[in-house]
């Protein structure tokens, strides 16, 4: 096939899937569906607004009978299970929304699907394309950084809406009592454990260190914010990997602040981190004395050759569907296949089981048929030729780091 066709399922998030689609040379958009009506018609301008025509439908079975080749699955959490199940069984190939799944069984099911149907599934973890992972990635295999023992990711997001009506509008449960409204219901995520929801810190640092997860201790902080009463403030989750490493993720979705994701990495002989309130690179490689302070360098989250008009943060969406397309279309194995996804996902499954029983340590298996051997990201995503420039490190106040 000259270019892989492609469905969307659910356009409020998968609206950025829609139009990176349109945009993604090696993909035909043959059509979308959603049930409600403002994310089909904000849909439709934006098809007309690119001087395309995409039949928009309200139920899935519309959109299967489409026969399109692949289907990008962005319904909510507790639905991507069964909807990745239907598309595999009609003959499609899927690129799915995160969580992925909800369950360590539901993961199971699909990987199960997956080899029942012979057709490929990628997790569409966006935070994994990251423009400055790609440097990252190099400096580690070129051992600037010396061996790499820990690792941080934080991902920092207050969602107190987690009320929906049947339009797609989401209130506060404050909002609810004050306008007296009625027929709303709890969105997806409201009762979701924090870091379960950690795909987009983890997932990133599992690639640059070429590793995965096995096990995990977490605790969970108080349950205080009355406009999310049912889940935990934050967790903090404590990984070992098969390499030995240590890597810790904060994910919070109740505290106020300014969102972000953060990302540091510990090496022996020199670090790096990256905050995305800074937008750059902090790094501290083995021939530069700690003395000197970090280096500052401006690597950020998109890439050069992102294509005109692409959306979605900070330039990376357009590269799950680029990936995704181009794989299949190669006859490849996908970037972030099914059991990949179980290394990102169940993790922070099975953290939460751990915070439930007070910490304990929790064992996080293998669901491949044969061990993990090296990750088949890079060989996708590529790694960058040039090496930007390093300057040192000031504070707002003129002081070095």
Request: hydrophobic share 35%.
């Amino acid at each position: 096939m000259d270019k892989l066709k492609v469905g969307i399922l659910g356009l409020r998030r998968g609206h950025s899937h829609f139009r990176n689609f349109l945009l993604t040379q090696e993909a035909h958009v043959v059509g979308a569906a959603d049930r409600i009506q403002q994310w089909r018609d904000r849909a439709a301008e934006t098809a007309a607004g690119m001087d395309r025509s995409v039949t928009l439908v309200r139920e899935f079975e519309e959109l299967l009978e489409m026969k399109p080749d692949a289907v990008v699955i962005a319904s909510n959490g507790r639905q991507q299970k069964q909807h990745t199940i239907q598309a595999l069984e009609a003959g499609c190939h899927v690129l799915s929304e995160v969580p992925g799944a909800y369950t360590q069984q539901e993961i199971l099911d699909i990987a199960a699907t997956v080899e029942a149907t012979g057709k490929q599934y990628m997790l569409a973890e966006n935070s994994s394309f990251l423009g400055f992972l790609r440097y990252w990635r190099r400096w580690v295999v070129e051992g600037r950084f010396g061996a790499i023992s820990m690792a941080d990711g934080e991902y920092l997001h207050y969602l107190p809406t987690t009320m929906v009506n049947d339009n797609g509008d989401q209130f506060t449960p404050q909002q609810v009592r004050e306008q007296g409204l009625s027929g709303v219901r709890p969105v997806w995520r409201a009762d979701q454990p924090p870091i379960q929801y950690l795909t987009h810190d983890l997932g990133p640092l599992l690639e640059v260190l070429d590793d995965r997860v096995v096990s995990v201790n977490c605790v969970e902080a108080p349950w205080c914010n009355a406009e999310t009463p049912l889940r935990s403030d934050g967790q903090y989750a404590l990984f070992r990997t098969a390499k030995g490493r240590l890597i810790r993720i904060l994910v919070t979705l109740n505290t106020r602040r300014p969102g972000a994701h953060n990302y540091r990495i510990f090496g022996t002989e020199g670090s790096a981190e990256w905050y995305s309130h800074e937008g750059f690179c902090r790094r501290l490689g083995k021939t530069r004395p700690e003395s000197d302070g970090w280096e500052r360098v401006d690597i950020g989250t998109s890439r050069d050759d992102v294509p005109a008009m692409a959306s979605g943060h900070g330039g990376t969406d357009i590269w799950t569907a680029i990936t995704f397309a181009r794989a299949l279309l190669a006859g490849k194995r996908v970037p972030i296949d099914v059991y990949r996804m179980a290394d990102y996902t169940l993790p922070g499954i099975l953290a939460n089981q751990s915070a439930q029983s007070g910490g304990a340590a929790v064992y996080v298996p293998d669901i491949r048929r044969s061990p993990f051997e090296h990750t088949d990201f890079w060989d996708h995503v590529g790694l960058p030729e040039d090496e930007p420039p390093g300057r040192t490190y000031v504070t707002d106040a003129g002081m070095m780091s």
